[in-house]
Nanobody, 113 residues
Framework: QLQASGGGLVQAGGSLSVSCVAS????????MGWYRQAPGKQQEMVAT???????NYADSVKGRFTISRDNAKNTMYLYMNSLKPEDTAVYYC?????????WGQGTEVTVSS
């Protein structure tokens, strides 16, 4: 089970972070990631992180967002800087355990211009 939190309203250019707490030890989870879905748009990958620490980012967020995970706290984070109105979306965390992909409930991020 994944529990996302930390969304909110921020002005363009501002910063915000979201977190995702897993009910199992994240040290046993190979793949974790953040996805988002803006109103009227398809869901897209934002950033992913492997248990090796290897990360991958969507081109639209490279240099602005940072994904990390703290296995001691069973938590994954997404730090978002220089936010733009087009970053407005519901952000979902996801994890693959064995061969099953799990999703958190989503947390809303709104960036005002």
């Amino acid at each position: 089970q994944l529990q996302a939190s930390g969304g909110g309203l921020v002005q363009a250019g501002g910063s915000l972070s979201v977190s995702c707490v897993a009910s199992v030890s994240t040290s046993s989870i190979r793949f974790m990631g953040w996805y988002r879905q803006a109103p009227g748009k398809q869901q897209e990958m934002v950033a992913t992180i492997l248990n090796t620490g290897r990360t991958n980012y969507a081109d639209s967020v490279k240099g602005r967002f940072t994904i990390s995970r703290d296995n001691a706290k069973n938590t994954m984070y997404l730090y978002m800087n220089s936010l733009k109105p087009e970053d407005t979306a519901v952000y979902y965390c996801s994890a693959i355990v064995d061969t099953t992909k799990y999703w958190g409930q989503g947390t809303e991020v709104t960036v005002s211009s």
